[in-house]
T-cell receptor, first 115, second 110 residues
Framework: EAGVVQSPRYKIIEKKQPVAFWCNPI?????LYWYLQNLGQGPELLIR????????DSQLPKDRFSAERLKGVDSTLKIQPAELGDSAVYLC?????????????FGQGTRLTVV | RKEVEQDPGPFNVPEGATVAFNCTYS??????FFWYRQDCRKEPKLLMS???SGNEDGRFTAQLNRASQYISLLIRDSKLSDSATYLC???????????FGKGTRLSVIA
């Protein structure tokens, strides 16, 4: 069974440019998360979807970040314009549902470098 | 105070040693607890859930102390392959997402 698939794996862009990340969760998983991870830190939640509804986006910097999950399956995360401080690994995860004991599976992440 | 706090380490231990990590959480209403493992430049993966009664999986033992609001992970007979970062994860009350600690780095040395 395919796991969570993210693309691209790596992205280098100049500051002020836009960038987009794509995530395909495990088939049948209703809950999708986008996390940001800086070096030496744990993942920090950006946004969580239950099907196509964003149920937790309080940590998403909405002035430059946007996300969507059309049809409750694939999701994209966009940054426009990118800043130097956005350099990090962007992790997508999915779980069967948002239940308390449901394991979250992570994709390999997109490593973003803003120069 | 951070919602989930861990000692970042690194913990450098010889093969065969026993090592323990602690994690504290601030929300007393938290309901679910996990340990995830993350290898260098890889994604986090679930190591084990943590139950109130404590649970064991081979060389790994996880315990929860609700009164003191901490979770522990004990690794016995450490192997070189145990070298990784161990992330403490907490789910709060209600419909809340997974909250990660910063992680504790373990290096097992031959």
């Amino acid at each position: 069974e395919a796991g969570v698939v993210q693309s691209p794996r790596y992205k280098i862009i100049e500051k002020k440019q836009p960038v987009a990340f794509w995530c395909n969760p495990i088939s049948g998983h209703n809950t999708l998360y986008w996390y940001l991870q800086n070096l030496g830190q744990g993942p920090e939640l950006l946004i969580r979807y239950e099907n196509e509804e964003a149920v937790d986006d309080s940590q998403l910097p909405k002035d430059r970040f946007s996300a969507e999950r059309l049809k409750g399956v694939d999701s994209t995360l966009k940054i426009q314009p990118a800043e130097l401080g956005d350099s990090a690994v962007y992790l997508c995860a999915s779980s069967l549902d948002g239940g308390k004991h449901t394991e979250a599976f992570f994709g390999q992440g997109t490593r973003l470098t803003v120069v | 105070r951070k919602e989930v706090e861990q000692d970042p380490g690194p913990f450098n231990v010889p093969e065969g040693a026993t090592v323990a990590f602690n994690c504290t959480y601030s929300n007393s209403a938290s309901q679910s607890f996990f340990w995830y493992r993350q290898d260098c430049r890889k994604e986090p993966k679930l190591l084990m859930s943590v139950y109130s009664s404590g649970n064991e999986d081979g060389r790994f033992t996880a315990q929860l102390n609700r009164a003191s609001q901490y979770i522990s992970l004990l690794i016995r007979d450490s192997k070189l392959s145990d070298s990784a970062t161990y992330l403490c994860v907490v789910i709060g009350a209600g419909n809340t997402p997974l909250v990660f600690g910063k992680g504790t780095r373990l290096s097992v040395i031959a």
